[in-house]
């Protein structure tokens, strides 16, 4: 079974750096969405950043130029890069993978394995 361990959380200044790391297991061999998530208290969750099969990389307009995500498939490890920290950052950060879409796709909806999250709070 799939499972997604996420850690380097924390709390840092406005400004600031972090980097998340999630160790994935269990995940089928070929096509995968992998990406990460996050969710503020009283918000709903949103896609922050994903990378497909290719490298390729995708990003939220709210943390463009700020967050890198990158993957590193020998350690089966995806990471973010989370430089110049905002308060609204603030947020439990998840990282998620699934299947892709009938078409290919990755959409909000094909994640279904879930990490359990790790806090990062920017103040």
């Known amino acids: 079974h799939v499972q997604l361990v996420e850690s380097g959380g924390g709390s840092v200044q406005a400004g600031g750096s972090l980097s998340l790391s999630c160790e994935v297991s269990?995940?089928?061999?070929?096509?995968?969405?992998i990406g990460w998530f996050r969710q503020a208290p009283g918000k709903e969750r949103e896609g922050v950043a994903a990378i497909d099969n290719d490298g390729a990389t995708y990003y939220a307009d709210s943390v463009k130029g700020g967050f890198t995500v990158s993957k590193d498939n020998a350690k089966d490890t995806l990471y973010l890069q989370m430089d110049s920290l905002k308060p609204e950052d603030t947020a439990m950060y998840y990282c998620?993978?699934?299947?892709?879409?009938?078409?290919?796709?990755?959409?909000?909806?094909?994640?279904?394995?879930w990490g359990q999250g790790t806090q990062v709070t920017v103040s």
């Open positions: 269990g995940i089928t061999e070929g096509t995968n969405c």
């Open positions: 998620a993978a699934g299947r892709p879409r009938y078409d290919g796709l990755c959409t909000s909806y094909e994640y279904t394995n």
